[in-house]
């Protein structure tokens, strides 16, 4: 049976790195789209309903999974069962007396502050001012992502060198955000401009794409330098990729995320030129292959989000290696 703290992790993580990503896409990729003339109005206006539902409900959905991760969690440390952690008290012990538990405090108020931020930029009365809150809200957004390293391996010990896991647990969750969250919105961005095809919509899904895929370099920096990093903590040499169950579930993360980078490769050598240059006929054939082709990419992403979740509660591998020995 599968442990359900497990699926409460992956559900909790995938839709927080949803949050982050369609507000880092509308604060860095999708705002200058929108300014190109003539105005995608039809595009525009699909795109941001569709990108809006999913957004909140996939912030409803992260709440929701916090308080369901903090409770079993609860139910775990304090060996009771469903109901008894509340009545008994155990789940506020957690909550205000471990180092789980403050982070949490910390992260749900980042929640919190999050749904007020954009709601208040859905009722903001000027341009000035939404451009101001959305900014606010990639700020709230990227503390909300990045604190969840305060719940993973990172997070255990005090000392410097801790203290640069725990950093480059953060910014791998950061990156994790604006390369993998970010796909939903681009391909709603590309489904919506080929399907209302507005004068120039093919120039405008070639920048977006282009644009994303700037981005996506500086993201699988990050991901690669923070992903080694880690790696030179939680494995007890190259040896524990093959050796421990832990370090083949981390190779398989590896080998998933390299297929993702070869994807994106494909997508901005191949597809994006084409796009931009190919007449009205062939344009919309393009954006259905990067689509495709995104698609895919977030089906992989998904997988990587599943073993995240399974690493986070397992031992390391420079641990199991110990007892091996």
């Not at 980042?110 to 000035?128: H, I, K, P, S, Y």
Request: aromatic share 8%; proline share 2%; with cysteine.
């Amino acid at each position: 049976m599968i442990d359900p703290l497990i699926i409460v992790r992956d559900f909790h993580l995938a839709s927080t790195v949803i949050v982050a990503g369609i507000i880092f896409f509308d604060l860095f990729i999708v705002a200058p789209i929108w300014r190109m003339k003539p105005p995608f109005r039809a595009a525009q206006a699909s795109f941001r309903s569709s990108t809006g539902t999913i957004l909140w409900i996939s912030l409803a959905v992260s709440i929701a999974s916090a308080l369901a991760w903090l409770w079993l969690l609860s139910m775990r440390i304090g060996h009771k069962n469903f109901d008894n952690v509340i009545t008994d008290g155990t789940v506020w012990l957690v909550l205000s007396q471990t180092q789980f538990g403050l982070a949490w405090q910390m992260r749900l108020l980042f929640g919190v502050l999050l749904a007020a931020c954009l709601w208040l930029c859905r009722n903001a009365g000027t341009a000035r001012t939404a451009r101001g809150l959305t900014i606010l809200s990639g700020l709230l957004a990227s503390a909300y992502l990045g604190s969840l390293a305060f719940a993973g391996h990172g997070a255990e010990g005090v000392g410097f060198w801790q203290n640069i896991h725990l950093t480059a647990d953060f910014l791998h969750l950061i990156a994790a955000g604006l390369w993998l969250g970010a796909l939903i919105p681009l391909v709603l961005l590309l489904v919506y401009l080929s399907r209302f095809q507005e004068d120039g919509w093919a120039l405008a899904a070639a920048r977006a794409g282009s644009r994303f895929s700037s981005l996506g370099i500086l993201a699988v920096g990050v991901l690669l330098v923070s992903g080694t990093v880690n790696a030179a903590f939680l494995l007890g040499g190259m040896h524990s990729l093959i050796d421990t169950s832990y370090g083949r579930l981390l190779l398989l993360k590896v080998v998933l995320v390299a297929a993702m980078v070869s994807l994106a490769g494909v997508n901005r050598q191949y597809l994006l030129p084409r796009l931009s240059n190919s007449p009205a006929d062939e344009a919309s054939g393009m954006a259905q292959r990067l689509i495709r082709s995104a698609l895919v990419e977030i089906a992989l992403g998904l997988v990587i989000v599943c073993i995240v979740g399974l690493l986070g509660i397992m031992a390391p591998a420079n641990d199991m290696a110990a007892h091996m020995h």
